[in-house]
């Protein structure tokens, strides 16, 4: 089983160094049927996205579009570690997707939650002061996309908000 998990984390590294170099006529390697049968169907569905953005020459915002939601299942299957180095390398990742599309809901409350784990993991005050921001600012986006105030965020999105806040006073002292 460490082999197999092993295998699957060089996958994901090597599908993350052909998205930041964008050298897609690296997937073409990959495309052996013995070799997706190694691999888990994240990171089956992270490949064909990068088959989809080498085979297809789409125009720049959609590409950039397809990128970002690359760059989020990257960062939301590394996201599932318990290690601390993949969690930064999962916020990473999320951030590479906002930097691409600053309107995608889910990578600003994923990013959201990623913060709260590494300021739990680090004890630290930093990340949950951090989370709050991004909750933030996913709220701000997720208004200004719906355009109205019938349709609410999720009630687990808030959930998670008032969470950073609460382990943000918990860490920085406040009585809770």
């Given at each position: 089983?460490?082999?197999?998990?092993?295998?699957?984390?060089?996958?994901?590294?090597?599908?993350?160094?052909?998205?930041?170099?964008?050298?897609?006529?690296?997937?073409?390697?990959?495309?052996?049927?013995?070799?997706w049968k190694t691999m888990h169907a994240q990171e089956k569905e992270l490949l064909s996205q990068l088959f989809l953005i080498?085979?297809?020459?789409?125009?720049?915002?959609?590409?950039?579009?397809?990128?970002?939601?690359?760059?989020?299942?990257?960062?939301?299957?590394?996201?599932?570690?318990?290690?601390?180095?993949?969690?930064?390398?999962?916020?990473?990742?999320?951030?590479?997707?906002?930097?691409?599309?600053?309107?995608?809901?889910?990578?600003?409350?994923?990013?959201?939650?990623?913060?709260?784990?590494?300021?739990?993991?680090?004890?630290?005050?930093?990340?949950?002061?951090?989370?709050?921001?991004?909750?933030?600012?996913?709220?701000?986006?997720?208004?200004?996309?719906?355009?109205?105030?019938?349709?609410?965020?999720?009630?687990?999105?808030?959930?998670?908000?008032?969470?950073?806040?609460?382990?943000?006073?918990?860490?920085?002292?406040?009585?809770?």
């Amino acid at each position: 089983m460490s082999n197999s998990y092993s295998e699957n984390r060089s996958f994901v590294k090597v599908f993350e160094g052909i998205l930041a170099s964008q050298s897609f006529e690296l997937v073409e390697s990959f495309s052996a049927e013995e070799l997706w049968k190694t691999m888990h169907a994240q990171e089956k569905e992270l490949l064909s996205q990068l088959f989809l953005i080498h085979g297809e020459q789409l125009e720049a915002s959609v590409l950039t579009s397809e990128k970002a939601r690359v760059w989020f299942r990257l960062g939301s299957h590394l996201a599932l570690s318990d290690s601390l180095e993949e969690l930064f390398q999962a916020a990473n990742a999320i951030e590479r997707s906002l930097e691409l599309d600053n309107g995608f809901f889910d990578a600003w409350y994923t990013l959201g939650n990623i913060y709260v784990r590494l300021g739990l993991k680090k004890s630290s005050e930093e990340f949950f002061l951090k989370a709050h921001q991004v909750f933030e600012k996913g709220h701000q986006q997720f208004e200004k996309e719906i355009g109205t105030v019938d349709i609410g965020c999720p009630s687990a999105f808030y959930w998670h908000w008032g969470l950073s806040w609460f382990l943000y006073g918990r860490f920085s002292g406040e009585p809770c």
